[in-house]
Antibody
Framework: QMNLEQSGPEVKRPGTSLRVPCKTS????????IHWVRQARGQRLEWIGW????????NHAQKFNDRVLISRDMSEKTAYLELTSLRSDDTAIYFC?????????????WGTGTTVIVSS | SDELTQPPSVSVSPGQTAIITCSGE??????AHWYQQKTGQAPVLIIY???KRPSGIPERFSGSSSGTTVSLTISGVQAEDEADYYC????????FGGGTRLTVL
């Protein structure tokens, strides 16, 4: 059974960086694609980016420009989202979601989310 | 355009049929996928590639597509179906609709 384990809540100061892990199990990580999606309180889902785990190829939404880095650790079967220069409007729940066959068109399974609060 | 447009809300009585639409130019060439998100929970995939239903999703959930509009139909709505529903498409980058709050009266 596909499972995505996400970490507990984090509080960050404006201007600092965030690194959120997504530990996978129950499927072949090397043949998967992992998306990152965030949701501010009461707001819509917002796609951040994806990584094809086997190749390491990534893509991300233009609004994040050079603030976002998506990576993976094959030995740990874990994907990471890094977001730099944090602002208060980065406060949100950050979800990882996976496809088990390296395709990126939709998300089969979602993690429970990591709550991130950016506040001084 | 990368926008997907959904109605903000739909309300139905139990046992009735709810139809949630999603419109966008790219839907004429890209498939759409639907997620259900209950309050305080992560989204769950309920329809993929316009009409396909993942295992474990009740048969009362179905999807259809026509031109630049896709629809999610919930037949015989139950109280437990009250949730936010999001359409999503992808063309390299990924796009979500604004979400539709389904209220079961």
């Amino acid at each position: 059974q596909m499972n995505l384990e996400q970490s507990g809540p984090e509080v960050k100061r404006p201007g600092t960086s965030l690194r959120v892990p997504c530990k996978t199990s129950g499927f072949s990580f090397g043949n998967s694609a992992i998306h990152w999606v965030r949701q501010a309180r009461g707001q819509r889902l917002e796609w951040i980016g994806w990584i094809v785990a086997g190749s390491g190829r990534t893509n991300h939404a233009q609004k994040f420009n050079d603030r976002v880095l998506i990576s993976r650790d094959m030995s740990e079967k874990t994907a990471y989202l890094e977001l730099t220069s944090l602002r208060s409007d980065d406060t949100a729940i950050y979800f990882c979601a996976a496809r088990s066959d390296s395709k990126i068109d939709y998300m089969e399974v979602w993690g429970t989310g990591t709550t991130v609060i950016v506040s001084s | 355009s990368d926008e997907l447009t959904q109605p903000p809300s739909v309300s139905v009585s139990p046992g009735q049929t709810a139809i949630i639409t999603c419109s966008g130019e790219e839907l004429s060439v890209q498939s759409a996928h639907w997620y259900q998100q209950k309050t305080g929970q992560a989204p769950v995939l309920i329809i993929y590639k316009d009409t396909k239903r993942p295992s474990g999703i009740p048969e009362r959930f179905s999807g259809s597509s026509s031109g630049t509009t896709v629809s999610l139909t919930i037949s015989g709505v139950q109280a437990e179906d009250e949730a936010d529903y999001y359409c999503q498409s992808a063309a390299g980058r990924v796009f979500f609709g604004g979400g539709t709050r389904l209220t079961v009266l």
